[in-house]
């Protein structure tokens, strides 16, 4: 902490309009990195969109899973990897209403996307894909569902509190009282 002459801490020694200029240009900047990330779902959702439609039409055609079989092994059941599905589908949406219901910022949603590819992959590499491909996108959908509404909830909920602060700001021109 940077200390003035008289032992206070320079933000106490800074007029309080200089503070309350400070206040409303960071929780101006807070407000738009809000909107942005606020996206984050959708954007994630878009991708594994994406995936799903590549998955769908191109992998089958890219990797024959018995030459890979002597480098990596025999692949997974398809009974596995639909139970690896379903433990994974359920795990993440309680995660993930866990995380709303604590109002916590995290960002999540990318990394699903690359799980439900991983998913694409298992099935293709046990001969399944055909047949649980519908599942992979339900379950996908579902869970990119619940991560997106999540982080669009925290994002307003965050914005409605900084919007509520320049109010207050506006109305009294005194700094806001800190949560």
């Given at each position: 902490?940077?200390?003035?002459?008289?032992?206070?801490?320079?933000?106490?020694?800074?007029?309080?309009?200089?503070?309350?200029?400070?206040?409303?240009?960071?929780?101006?900047?807070?407000?738009?990195?809000?909107?942005?990330?606020?996206?984050?779902?959708?954007?994630?959702?878009?991708?594994?969109?994406?995936?799903?439609?590549?998955?769908?039409?191109?992998?089958?055609?890219?990797?024959?899973?018995?030459?890979?079989?002597?480098?990596?092994?025999?692949?997974p059941s398809v009974q596995?990897?639909?139970?690896?599905?379903?433990?994974?589908?359920?795990?993440?949406?309680?995660?993930?209403?866990?995380?709303?219901?604590?109002?916590?910022?995290?960002?999540?949603?990318?990394?699903?996307?690359?799980?439900?590819?991983?998913?694409?992959?298992?099935?293709?590499?046990?001969?399944?894909?055909?047949?649980?491909?519908?599942?992979?996108?339900?379950?996908?959908?579902?869970?990119?569902?619940?991560?997106?509404?999540?982080?669009?909830?925290?994002?307003?909920?965050?914005?409605?509190?900084?919007?509520?602060?320049?109010?207050?700001?506006?109305?009294?021109?005194?700094?806001?009282?800190?949560?």
């Amino acid at each position: 902490m940077i200390m003035s002459y008289n032992g206070k801490s320079a933000s106490a020694a800074r007029p309080e309009s200089e503070q309350v200029e400070s206040y409303i240009q960071t929780a101006q900047q807070e407000i738009i990195r809000l909107k942005r990330f606020s996206n984050r779902g959708l954007w994630a959702l878009a991708l594994f969109l994406l995936i799903s439609l590549l998955a769908w039409h191109v992998l089958p055609f890219l990797v024959i899973p018995e030459k890979l079989a002597p480098y990596f092994g025999k692949p997974p059941s398809v009974q596995v990897v639909s139970i690896a599905l379903l433990v994974y589908t359920f795990s993440a949406i309680i995660l993930s209403l866990a995380r709303m219901s604590a109002n916590q910022e995290h960002r999540s949603s990318f990394c699903h996307v690359g799980y439900m590819t991983v998913f694409f992959l298992f099935y293709h590499f046990a001969g399944g894909l055909d047949d649980n491909y519908w599942a992979v996108i339900g379950a996908g959908v579902t869970i990119l569902g619940v991560e997106s509404y999540r982080i669009w909830a925290y994002c307003n909920e965050a914005i409605r509190r900084k919007q509520e602060d320049l109010e207050f700001i506006r109305r009294t021109g005194r700094m806001p009282i800190e949560d």
